[in-house]
């Protein structure tokens, strides 16, 4: 009887990434790889939270991508006394950290900064994730933010030829601190290195 597969699922809060890691899906053949929400679309931190940790039930693994950018300008427009979206991030960080299946990813601003690092190495503080894509635009001219580019286009098959520089990039910016939440972080090498643990295509081998 043939051992049952391991099921590993990517939860990401936005289109873009969700795009990204379909691609991936797909050209990397990982069948047994769920993405979710099926229907990304902007939740709640809470909201995430929550169905990231009841997923951990369901699934070996459960990696949650996690852009700070989101959180840090939820924090500058938070009214006074008003919920703190970095001490909420910071506790959800904690008790998911306890879980052994569950890994959080880290990137500061966003996931054009993982892109970025396919082609410079890159540690200077962003303000936005608008000052990824200036940069980012140096490369790739034609960028866009719409699934045209990331599907149709096939992105994540464009850029792969560069992946290894791009974890070797990340991997010089360490990993995410919460007591500092302004340093430039991305931790997406995790997903492809293979000295890592999180490596997703050896753990669903």
């Known amino acids: 009887m043939a051992k049952n597969k391991k099921k590993a699922a990517i939860f990401v809060d936005g289109e873009c990434e969700f795009w990204y890691f379909q691609m991936m899906k797909r050209n990397e053949n990982a069948t047994n790889l769920d993405l979710l929400p099926k229907l990304p679309r902007k939740k709640k931190l809470v909201d995430l939270y929550k ?48 879980l052994k299946n569950v890994k959080i990813i880290v990137s500061n601003p966003c996931l054009e900064y993982w892109l970025l690092l396919h082609f410079e190495y890159t540690a200077k503080p ?42 070797e990039n990340a991997k010089k910016l360490g990993e995410f601190d919460y007591e500092d939440f302004e340093a430039s972080i991305c931790e997406m090498y995790k997903i492809f290195d293979s000295d890592k643990k999180i490596n997703i295509f050896a753990f669903l081998e």
């Open 51 to 98: 169905e990231v940790k009841n997923s951990a039930g369901d699934y070996d693994l459960v990696v949650w991508i996690v852009d700070l950018d989101k959180i840090i300008e939820e924090e500058k427009a938070k009214k006074k006394g008003g919920k703190n979206p970095k001490e909420e991030f910071k506790k959800y960080y904690k008790d998911l950290s306890k």
């Open 126 to 167: 962003f303000n936005s994730c608008n000052e990824a894509n200036v940069l980012l635009k140096k490369y790739l001219t034609d960028y866009d933010k719409s699934e045209k580019y990331f599907v149709k286009n096939d992105l994540y098959k464009k850029i792969k030829d560069n992946q290894l520089k791009a974890v």
